[in-house]
């Protein structure tokens, strides 16, 4: 499997610290609001990028943080007259739903910035007595860019391109150059926790450094994230944990590309500013899910109606396909002396070599979703509209499920008016009216499983659904 690593800016071979065990950091959110399509992006890419190291047959230990104290938090809690742990929450419990939508598994660790507390002031106080972080009159503490001759590696950024006016690099006076903060002492009617320096909190950066360090050790497997981290996130990530630790902070560093909404980049000054929920009650969280797999995690994505639209009935292509099989294999008769033809059998295998060769380059999702289809192209044509035996359409049913478990298709949870229980109850009221030869009764329910989008195929060896493309 190749990785490609923003640290070196090429394709490498993944290979492990340790043998079979993978160690992953993750970029959470900051629980301040309801995540955003750009936010989903890397929750999905890299639940995916797990997903695969499992199925690889890895031992993966995944962390993902939440930021629960930040400026953007005490401002929605002010904005909203309740205290700052209310608000982290409440949102990263909305994070949770979402999460849960969207079918990514949860990680082994979730810390929170609140929780870390001890641990990232032993950090700091370690960085202090190395001589990479100072105290400034006002009592804050900041990491010095000039102590650490290797800034700027990652993003490949000079210390003449950094820019003042972000949450990341505070302006002050009492500073220098564009160093960037470790704890910030609390402003009056600020949550704040004891330090040998005062009564603060930690900065943004060195959270991370903190808990890598706490749950995975000094150096890791790899760290991921949106590329908007990149700078000055992860290279302050690697600033302070390569000072304070004297080794590589991580061997691969992966990064998706941004989510544009009608071809501009999404942002709330214009406007275009979407909620993965809003987006999931419209659409469905499975779709929203497909869309982050559909182009390759490190190119731009485009957000529209039509677009989702597309997604949506790639979706049903395979869903329409895993349930023609199920129903096929209802009908069959139980043969066990049945075998599948062994040239139908290799011509279907092909298609999942293509689709671990794209995701051993690079976890090529785009790809790796042409092979599937291409799959069940040759399942509908060859398998389906063909008198397939048992054990060729159960070989097809296994095939497709192993697939699309890796990109997190698997055992989807259907809305309740979509629901399998649901239809196969009124397909069952369907066929004993037909028994009864009431087949007024029979059309109605028939109406009513067209208004549930569900094709019913009648055929001499009983009856086929499957949902409207």
Same mark, same amino acid.
Request: hydrophobic residues 35%; proline residues 2%; charged residues 30%.
């Given at each position: ?66 930021? @629960? %104290?930040?400026?953007? /938090?005490? !401002?929605? #809690? +002010?904005?909203?007259?309740? *205290?700052?742990?209310?608000?982290? $929450? =409440? ?48 009592? @804050? %503490?900041?990491?010095? /860019?000039? !102590?650490? #001759? +290797?800034?700027?590696?990652? *993003?490949?950024?000079?210390?003449? $391109? =950094? ?307």
């Amino acid at each position: 499997m190749k990785l490609y690593n923003t640290l070196t800016r090429k394709k490498e071979i993944f290979k492990p610290i340790n043998k079979n065990k993978v160690k992953i950091y993750s970029c959470g959110p900051t629980v301040y609001n309801y995540i955003h399509l750009g936010n989903a992006r890397p929750v999905c890419v890299f639940d995916v990028l797990r997903r695969y190291l499992e199925y690889c047959g890895f031992s993966v230990l995944f962390v993902q943080n939440f930021t @629960d %104290i930040d400026d953007k /938090i005490i !401002k929605e #809690s +002010k904005k909203m007259n309740i *205290s700052v742990k209310e608000v982290s $929450d =409440l949102y990263r419990k909305e994070y949770e739903k979402d999460a849960k939508g969207l079918l990514v598994k949860k990680a082994d660790i979730h810390p929170t910035a609140t929780a870390e507390i001890k641990n990232i002031i032993i950090f700091i106080s370690e960085l202090i007595n190395l001589g990479f972080a100072y105290k400034t009159d006002s009592g @804050d %503490i900041y990491f010095n /860019i000039n !102590k650490f #001759s +290797k800034y700027g590696k990652l *993003s490949g950024q000079s210390l003449k $391109d =950094l820019q003042l006016g972000s949450r990341h690099f505070l302006s002050s006076s009492e500073k220098i150059n564009y160093d960037f903060v470790l704890w910030k002492i609390a402003k009056e009617d600020e949550p704040f926790w004891d330090s040998p320096w005062g009564k603060g909190r930690p900065g943004w950066h060195i959270e991370c450094s903190s808990m890598i360090r706490t749950y995975l050790g000094t150096t890791i497997d790899i760290h991921c994230g949106g590329q908007d981290l990149c700078f000055p996130h992860h290279e302050n990530e690697i600033a302070q944990s390569e000072s304070c630790n004297n080794k590589k902070l991580a061997n691969f560093w992966l990064h998706n590309g941004f989510v544009n909404i009608n071809n501009e980049k999404m942002s709330k000054s214009l406007g275009n500013f979407f909620t993965v929920r809003d987006v999931a009650n419209k659409f469905g969280y499975s779709v929203v899910r497909y869309l982050m797999l559909s182009s390759h995690y490190r190119t731009p994505i485009n957000y529209s109606e039509e677009i989702m639209n597309q997604c949506n009935s790639a979706l049903l292509r395979i869903k329409n396909c895993q349930e023609s099989l199920i129903c096929a294999i209802k009908l069959s008769k139980i043969d066990i002396t049945n075998e599948i033809d062994n040239n139908l059998k290799e011509d279907l295998l092909k298609h999942k070599i293509c689709f671990i060769e794209a995701m051993d380059d690079d976890l090529n999702t785009a790809n790796a979703l042409a092979a599937l289809f291409n799959l069940i192209r040759d399942v509908n044509s060859k398998v389906l509209s063909k008198n397939s035996n048992k054990e060729t359409l159960v070989f097809c049913k296994d095939l497709i499920c192993e697939l699309t478990s890796i990109l997190g298709f698997l055992n989807e949870e259907r809305s309740k008016n979509n629901s399998n229980d649901e239809i196969e109850y009124l397909l069952f009221k369907r066929e004993e009216a037909r028994k009864n030869k009431d087949f007024k009764e029979a059309d109605k329910i028939r109406e009513e499983l067209d208004k549930k989008n569900v094709i019913v195929k009648d055929t001499n060896k009983g009856y086929f659904w499957k949902f409207k493309d």
